[in-house]
């Protein structure tokens, strides 16, 4: 085999599809032009957009389907009915070894749901999790669970925090990568029972893993870890906290050098700074949740972003697959599992 | 008795006290000329630092006492060994009537079980929250519980729902405060079981509530609504991302601004502009969490503040003292309570 990657795509998931799916490709072709794409999705809509680029199509299969899962589906109804969907389609490339990964901006539950049915779990992980990459005052740290697990008990959280330590050091290329649970507090005391007795499991193992105990959500920002743990209830609060700030301080910034004509003038003149600032934490750049523990590579991208944010899950996707994230997390799940399964993670143990 | 108003203040607590304390008060005294403080800590400290502020000593009652609760001190020892310190020293001025309400930067966890033990609940209220005013982009929110109730059920939701309501109305003068709590999504299905059964309570109450269902992150940024209802583990990490997104975004603005001519230029001609947008998300002008719930007025400040910071909090225990914030929390308690505890909050009824 060559080293060109292969990769599914779901056309028509998103709220600006199948239109912003194929002005991702296009950027995608010219930045990874080794790369080629399964396109699943309505023929006459998505055909016509492709011809728009040149030599977009040469690296574009298109395979036609009707059928679309919709933003308000829920997961089990998509499930089941949805089996000739794009999504659906896009996914199962991947399980029939045509693709390497598959990168959708539809509904996430229902692209989970698919995804774990037809992806299977990785050995070990008895639940995916949602990854993303975060900025931070000392590059990016990387957060999971995001929405994927609302309820999570402390062997959840261990897994997560061994995909996640993985995932930095694939993705992230840190050679030792810092994890934190994210708590109410530092010391040991705080938190409820799962951040307890998971911060005891990582605390004791012999896994060269670089656990620093507990963090608050200050290091979300500071990034005071390189992987921060947390449950998807709590980690989709605050990766949406993230969100909701960052398009206060923009819009807040904006407001007040609009408003004298000194701060006009002083914006024009700084306009370099200030547009690398606002380069630097374009949402769009942070685009592309990745699901960990799934027994394929799958990006969900944010449903409302446009072309360049759907390029960035693309290219997110990619890396995973060559950086082979998933065999890294199966070879130090296996480690982690072998040491500790049968005794501190056995359920009957637990208190 | 006259327009005066009387405060109690814990001058040992926080990380620079006494002095941020007395700095202060000295800011305070100057905006609130008719207020009269009761000060408590170690007299050979504090005296000296009053003396420094013209016609500070006049207003102050500076009362000795050696004993100080500690940081890292738990809520249970501080309660039960803390009964000469100046933190539990100055709730009991308020329980005996000689003040309207109390000001603390100490050790959080010991302030609540102090402030809980000495002060007792609102009629109808389990648990005190604590909430905060947050800066949005349609002016401020208030959040709560923002971390003294790690596990909350959908009883202790809808308590804070009621409170942090008559909080909006009486502290942000707004006349119908919009309510959302905090959620993984906006559909009725998503999240945990106590979110869900509060939702369905607050949206059958007869109480003249605007309850908006549920809100996201990102509402917290937006200001999607006025009243944020959200258990204290997941408020806490939200209120503390805030914090290091702030941290983040300033931070990295003047790192840009300061990489080039162009930039510190540019930064200089604006200064007047990035000032006011500086001063709008000041965390000092955002300190003094307020603990809702309590028999009588308790604020606490950040522990890391200085004395504008400090201040703050004092104007905040002011205002709650001036507009009757408990008197308010009561009788909308007590008719809500009347209407809805026998029958959807009797907890042998709940599944």
Not at 41 to 65: I, K, Y
Not at 124 to 130: F, H, T
Not at 242 to 267: P, T, Y
């Amino acid at each position: 085999m060559s080293q060109s990657t292969t990769l599914s795509i779901d056309a028509m998931g998103g709220d600006h599809a199948p239109d912003m799916v194929v002005e991702g490709l296009a950027l995608a072709h010219k930045a990874l032009p080794n790369t080629k794409f399964i396109v699943f999705g309505r023929a006459n809509e998505v055909a016509p957009l492709l011809a728009q680029h040149a030599g977009l199509s040469d690296v574009c299969e298109l395979r036609h389907t009707d059928d679309i899962v919709s933003a308000e589906e829920k997961p089990g109804t998509a499930l089941r009915s949805g089996r000739e969907s794009s999504m659906r389609l896009a996914i199962n490339a991947v399980s029939d070894g045509e693709a390497d990964g598959v990168v959708s901006a539809g509904n996430t539950g229902a692209l989970m749901a698919m995804a774990k049915f037809v992806l299977k779990t990785l050995p070990g992980i008895d639940r995916p999790a949602i990854a993303s990459l975060l900025p931070t005052l000392r590059g990016e740290s990387v957060m999971l669970d995001l929405g994927a697990n609302i309820q999570c008990d402390a062997e959840n959280l261990v897994q997560f925090a061994v995909m996640g330590e993985v995932f930095a050091r694939h993705v992230l290329h840190i050679d030792k990568p810092s994890i934190g649970i994210l708590n109410v507090g530092t010391e040991g005391l705080k938190g409820n029972d799962s951040v307890k007795q998971a911060a005891a499991i990582l605390y004791e193992t012999r896994l060269p893993i670089d656990f620093r105990g507990f963090v608050e959500g200050d290091s979300i920002g500071l990034g005071k870890v390189d992987v921060i743990v947390t449950d998807g209830f709590t980690g989709n609060v605050a990766l949406k906290t993230v969100e909701g700030v960052a398009r206060l301080f923009s819009d807040a910034l904006k407001q007040e050098l609009k408003g004298s004509i000194w701060g006009m003038l002083g914006a024009l003149i700084a306009k370099p700074a200030i547009d690398s600032f606002r380069t630097r934490f374009d949402p769009r750049r942070y685009n592309g949740a990745m699901f960990l523990g799934l027994g394929g590579i799958c990006v969900k991208s944010h449903g409302g972003t446009d072309g360049l944010g759907f390029f960035h899950a693309i290219k997110v996707a990619h890396e995973l697959v060559v950086d082979k994230l998933n065999e890294g997390i199966k070879e130090d799940y296996a480690r982690f599992s072998s040491e500790h399964h049968n005794t501190i993670l056995d359920p009957t143990a637990a208190d």
